[in-house]
T-cell receptor, first 115, second 113 residues
C-alpha cells in the first residue's frame, strides 16, 4: 500500500514570496490533515478536511495561508506572502474515517526555510 | 482547550536499559491517546494507542496504559535497543468538545550500544 506522498521535500524562499505544497493521501482515506511543525515542537494542526469539506481550520492563519482539497483526494497548502516565522516542516497526514480513534498516517514532510 | 505535556529530552540510555517517557494531558470530552514515533529521516508513524480508560496499548515491546485518574499515558519499554533511537510524540484526540488532534513537543531517545 502506497503511503502519503508530499512534494517538494525541501523549499527555500525569501520572505514575502509565495509557496505551495502538495499532498496525495493514502487511497480511500476520507480525512486529510495539514500540520506545521516548528523545530523543537510537536505538530500543530492547521486544517482538517473530510472528503471535500473543511472540518476544522481554526488554527490556520487565514490572512496568508490557504488550502484546498481537490475532488476529495489531493490537497495543496499555500502560503502568500511568507514570513520568517513560517520556517517549519509542513506535514500532511490522512486517516480512513477521521474519527477520534483513527490512526493518522503521515507523509515525509516538506521542510520550508524562509530567508 | 486540550494539551499534552511530555518530559523534556534528550533521554540517553544504554542498550537493554529500562525506558519511561512521561506524558500527561488535559482534555475536554473523552480522549483517545496515541504514541507516535519518528525515526531519523522518516515520517511520524503510530507506535501504539489506547481509546478508553484503563486500556493498555502495546507494540514492539513498548507499552502505555491510559490512566484517567492521573491523566497520564506514560510510555515504557523493558529493554531498549539502539534501533529504538528516535523522537517519540504523545498525542490525543477527543470525540467530544474540541476535536483538534493535539501533540506533545516530542522526546528524543538516544540509545548507546
Amino acid at each position: 500500500e502506497a503511503g502519503v506522498a508530499q512534494s517538494p521535500r525541501y523549499k527555500i524562499i525569501e520572505k514575502r514570496q509565495s509557496v505551495a505544497f502538495w499532498c496525495n493521501p493514502i487511497s480511500g482515506h476520507a480525512t486529510l490533515y495539514w500540520y506545521q511543525q516548528i523545530l523543537g515542537q510537536g505538530p500543530k494542526l492547521l486544517i482538517q478536511f473530510q472528503n471535500n469539506g473543511v472540518v476544522d481550520d481554526s488554527q490556520l492563519p487565514k490572512d496568508r495561508f490557504s488550502a484546498e482539497r481537490l475532488k476529495g483526494v489531493d490537497s495543496t497548502l499555500k502560503i502568500q506572502p511568507a514570513k520568517l516565522e513560517d520556517s517549519a516542516v509542513y506535514l500532511c497526514a490522512s486517516s480512513l474515517g477521521g474519527g477520534a480513534r483513527d490512526t493518522q498516517y503521515f507523509g515525509p514532510g516538506t521542510r520550508l526555510t524562509v530567508l | 482547550g486540550n494539551s499534552v505535556t511530555q518530559m523534556e529530552g534528550p533521554v540517553t540510555l544504554s542498550e537493554e536499559a529500562f525506558l519511561t517517557i512521561n506524558c500527561t494531558y488535559t482534555a475536554t470530552g473523552y480522549p483517545s491517546l496515541f504514541w507516535y514515533v519518528q525515526y531519523p529521516g522518516e515520517g511520524l508513524q503510530l507506535l501504539l494507542k489506547a481509546t478508553k480508560a484503563d486500556d493498555k496499548g502495546s507494540n514492539k515491546g513498548f507499552e502505555a496504559t491510559y490512566r484517567k485518574e492521573t491523566t497520564s499515558f506514560h510510555l515504557e519499554k523493558g529493554s531498549v535497543q539502539v534501533s529504538d533511537s528516535a523522537v517519540y510524540f504523545c498525542a490525543l484526540t477527543t470525540s467530544g468538545g474540541s476535536y483538534i488532534p493535539t501533540f506533545g513537543r516530542g522526546t528524543s531517545l538516544i540509545v548507546h550500544p
